[in-house]
């Protein structure tokens, strides 16, 4: 099994989920008491909260590449960054990196493409729903064109995320709100809807909504499994 290498802490209620899923799916393929190798290192998120805010990018992508060369070193082969929207960075974490990086959207591209869709929405934070950097890779990769939500609601959405998802809030109301916005993309023709944020699966489930859900925690999880036990 190789070492996955996890970038944490945005949230730390996601990166609990993806610590918990790795090792929970070593022991279902594995079988006895078999768990993940694995390292973390965690962020504290408030810092890169008011950064994303500041919209201070190129700190933000600094921040990152540090995180994923300082894992390599400390053994992991293979490196996967626990949020979809720090995926922005991608291209400036690699440059120098020598061990693969798995992009949370290429986890998902492929099981989209492998289900025959050809046009899914997307939630997330708003700097993923709106920059191209999750999108272009779907479109261009994979053939998936990507419908997201009108400005007020990907405002609730992003709003949502930062003020009660990221803290462990999980409330009745907001699920209410997010299935009216999945209703509202599937009545433009979305096949299915990415929760593009590794909190919203915390709020969203399958049985919540009529059309597929893409979990991108769990998508990511699988295609990090693959790789570290081929």
């Not at 090792?23 to 006895?32: F, K, P, S, Y």
């Not at 190798?37 to 540090?66: P, T, Y």
């Not at 050809?118 to 934070?125: D, F, K, P, S």
């Amino acid at each position: 099994m190789k070492t996955i290498g996890l970038i944490g802490g945005m949230s730390w209620e996601s990166s609990a989920v993806y610590y918990r899923l790795l090792n929970e799916r070593v022991g279902e393929i594995l079988g006895g008491s078999h768990s993940c190798q694995c390292i973390m290192d965690s962020v504290d998120f408030d810092h890169i909260e008011r950064l994303q805010h500041d919209n201070k990018w190129g700190e933000l992508c600094q921040i990152m590449r540090d995180k994923a060369l300082k894992l390599e070193k400390a053994g992991a082969e293979i490196i996967l960054l626990c949020t979809n929207t720090m995926h922005v960075c991608e291209s400036e974490m690699t440059a120098d990196l020598n061990v693969p990086f798995l992009h949370i959207a290429d986890a998902t591209g492929q099981v989209i493409a492998y289900r025959g869709f050809e046009r899914v929405g997307l939630l997330g934070t708003r700097f993923t729903m709106e920059k191209d950097f999750y999108s272009k890779i779907l479109k261009e990769k994979y053939k998936v064109d990507v419908i997201i939500p009108s400005v007020e609601d990907r405002d609730l959405v992003h709003n949502c995320i930062y003020k009660e998802l990221v803290r462990g809030q999980f409330l009745p109301s907001s699920k209410k709100e997010f299935q009216r916005i999945i209703r509202d993309l599937q009545a433009q023709g979305a096949q299915g809807v990415i929760l593009g944020c590794t909190e919203i699966p915390m709020l969203i489930q399958q049985e919540d909504v009529e059309i597929p859900v893409f979990d991108t925690t769990s998508l990511h999880v699988e295609a990090a499994l693959k790789s570290a036990l081929n």
